[in-house]
């Protein structure tokens, strides 16, 4: 037996249906000062209209949970909130859920971006995140 791999660029593509595909996701918004700029075209109405596609595009079953952070000025502490969530998604509810960040408002200091997926993933702030019987 001889197995000769292929040559040149390659690629893979996973297909499955959709309606078995689901899970839990979490999506945080940056909710910092950043996000008010570039002058005439800041960046939160263009990641929530990124939001709006996703959460129209999940699969029903999918349970999400929209959260928001941002940091102090100072860089000492973070800000990170559940919004909405965990809501199990039927393929129409998508737009009660995005209800919940349309009014969001960026207000932050500083971007604790990695601080605030801990707080996602860790065991303190688990249950807020994520639905009650989610093992990950």
Excluded: C
Excluded at 52 to 80: C, E, M
Excluded at 108 to 133: C, H, M, N, Q, Y
């Amino acid at each position: 037996l001889a197995h000769t791999p292929p040559q040149g660029g390659g690629s893979f593509i996973i297909v499955a249906d959709p309606g078995a595909v689901t899970g839990a996701v979490a999506i945080l918004l940056d909710t910092t000062d950043s996000m008010n700029f570039p002058e005439g075209a800041p960046r939160l109405p263009e990641a929530k209209k990124g939001l709006k596609q996703i959460l129209g595009d999940l699969p029903a079953g999918t349970s999400v949970t929209l959260g928001t952070f941002h940091g102090s000025g100072d860089r000492a502490g973070r800000t990170v909130d559940v919004v909405a969530g965990p809501v199990v998604m039927d393929g129409f509810n998508w737009k009660q859920v995005y209800a919940a960040v349309d009014k969001v408002e960026a207000k932050g200091g500083s971007t604790p971006l990695a601080g605030a997926i801990r707080d996602v993933v860790g065991p303190a702030r688990a249950r807020e995140f994520w639905p009650k019987d989610f093992t990950g």
